[in-house]
């Protein structure tokens, strides 16, 4: 091994967690006496030595949470981190930004930079990259450390042992879909930029399963998947040209949904008449779009301050661990012109 030696690569050569080699360290009797003397032996060969700023941190409270999002340019991680950081304040907290850009590396080598001492906990939102390649180790390395993390709307499923802030994604895709379901759409399209990542796939699921409900539609479900932001129009435009019936679209972003308007409003349909159009999350793209959207609020701002409250409340209770959770935020259609039998009220989704 070249450089200073870490606990990592101390565990990755005996095939064994970080937390058994920081436990054998410590002649911890939760480690036999064999693996006690097989890491001893190890870190006398490499001439490992403890990190005495991290362990000096670790022993008391940074009261500084690390953040890693996936992209600062998104408004929905915008106002989450606005959330965060407005929560973390009101709680005496301070917080370091990381960005992982969507990226597996980048999200990996922001929680090594993050998990040196300086921070109390971890709040993040899994990168798409990370998603597609299913890759959870970094998270798990992490956690056996002794940074506790709140995952917070791209959760990964392999992480069972830490906190989680989500909507139900599949009831808020079902509600918006029988929404237009129930404003007599005869052909709805789903329109989705996320379908490789896990709330993507529950945002299609809620789709299907509205369709499927619903007796007296005629259609088959219709998936339209966009995996390139350069080819929202290209793609957008040939739905209408192959499908010039479409009267309902449900889109899983607002680019999507605001590209859709434009199209529309360019081949000359009436909206809401001919077609109703619903996006998702309430940003300055919905509001300003001609006609304004519909909506599938995420309360952006909320899931943010209550990942500051779990995470604060796990890192206060570090003693006395608790069961962990996953909390649900409220969803909400906020009901604009873009849609038929335009009301200015606002479908709370239960």
Same mark, same amino acid.
């Given at each position: 091994m070249n450089g200073k030696v870490t606990l990592k690569q101390l565990a990755n050569e005996l095939n064994v967690s970080i937390s058994t080699v920081s436990k054998a360290l410590k002649n911890s009797y939760e480690i036999n006496e064999e693996t006690i003397k097989k890491v001893k032996a190890l870190a006398k060969k490499y001439n490992y030595k403890p990190n005495k700023t991290a362990l000096n941190l670790k022993n008391r409270q940074t009261k500084t949470i690390g953040v890693i999002i996936p992209n600062i340019l998104n408004?929905?991680?915008?106002?989450?981190?606005?959330?965060?950081?407005q929560e973390a304040n009101e709680l005496g907290y301070q917080i370091i930004i990381c960005l992982s850009n969507n990226q597996y590396k980048k999200e990996v080598d922001s929680l090594n930079l993050l998990c040196d001492g300086s921070v109390d906990g971890l709040i993040l939102s899994v990168a798409k990259e990370t998603q597609i390649l299913q890759k959870s180790t970094h998270f798990k390395n992490a956690i056996e450390e002794g940074y506790p993390i709140v995952m917070f709307d791209r959760t990964s499923n392999d992480i069972s042992n830490c906190d989680k802030v989500i909507i139900d994604d599949v009831k808020a895709a079902y509600k918006a879909t029988k929404y237009l379901l129930e404003l007599n759409c005869k052909k709805i399209v789903l329109i989705s930029s996320i379908d490789e990542i896990g709330i993507g796939k529950l945002r299609s699921k809620g789709?299907?399963?509205?369709?499927?409900?619903?007796?007296?539609?005629? /259609? +088959?479900?219709l998936l339209i998947t966009i995996?390139?932001?350069?080819?929202?129009?290209?793609i957008i435009t040939r739905l209408f040209k192959e499908h010039p019936d479409v009267d309902g679209i449900l889109a899983t972003d607002n680019v999507s949904a605001a590209?859709?308007?434009?199209?529309? /409003? +360019?081949n000359k349909y009436k909206i809401p008449r001919d077609i109703s159009i619903i996006g998702f999350s309430d940003n300055k793209i919905s509001r300003l779009a001609t006609p304004p959207l519909t909506v599938v609020s995420q309360h952006a701002l909320d899931i943010g301050k209550n990942a500051v409250k779990t995470i604060v409340k796990r890192i206060e209770n570090n003693d006395a661990p608790l069961p962990y959770e996953t909390k649900m935020v409220d969803t909400e259609l906020t009901v604009r012109e873009s849609t038929k039998k335009y009301k200015s009220i606002t479908y709370a989704v239960k």
């Amino acid at each position: 091994m070249n450089g200073k030696v870490t606990l990592k690569q101390l565990a990755n050569e005996l095939n064994v967690s970080i937390s058994t080699v920081s436990k054998a360290l410590k002649n911890s009797y939760e480690i036999n006496e064999e693996t006690i003397k097989k890491v001893k032996a190890l870190a006398k060969k490499y001439n490992y030595k403890p990190n005495k700023t991290a362990l000096n941190l670790k022993n008391r409270q940074t009261k500084t949470i690390g953040v890693i999002i996936p992209n600062i340019l998104n408004y929905f991680f915008a106002k989450v981190l606005l959330g965060i950081e407005q929560e973390a304040n009101e709680l005496g907290y301070q917080i370091i930004i990381c960005l992982s850009n969507n990226q597996y590396k980048k999200e990996v080598d922001s929680l090594n930079l993050l998990c040196d001492g300086s921070v109390d906990g971890l709040i993040l939102s899994v990168a798409k990259e990370t998603q597609i390649l299913q890759k959870s180790t970094h998270f798990k390395n992490a956690i056996e450390e002794g940074y506790p993390i709140v995952m917070f709307d791209r959760t990964s499923n392999d992480i069972s042992n830490c906190d989680k802030v989500i909507i139900d994604d599949v009831k808020a895709a079902y509600k918006a879909t029988k929404y237009l379901l129930e404003l007599n759409c005869k052909k709805i399209v789903l329109i989705s930029s996320i379908d490789e990542i896990g709330i993507g796939k529950l945002r299609s699921k809620g789709y299907n399963d509205a369709i499927s409900e619903y007796a007296n539609y005629k /259609n +088959k479900p219709l998936l339209i998947t966009i995996d390139n932001k350069n080819n929202y129009e290209k793609i957008i435009t040939r739905l209408f040209k192959e499908h010039p019936d479409v009267d309902g679209i449900l889109a899983t972003d607002n680019v999507s949904a605001a590209t859709a308007l434009k199209i529309a /409003n +360019k081949n000359k349909y009436k909206i809401p008449r001919d077609i109703s159009i619903i996006g998702f999350s309430d940003n300055k793209i919905s509001r300003l779009a001609t006609p304004p959207l519909t909506v599938v609020s995420q309360h952006a701002l909320d899931i943010g301050k209550n990942a500051v409250k779990t995470i604060v409340k796990r890192i206060e209770n570090n003693d006395a661990p608790l069961p962990y959770e996953t909390k649900m935020v409220d969803t909400e259609l906020t009901v604009r012109e873009s849609t038929k039998k335009y009301k200015s009220i606002t479908y709370a989704v239960k």
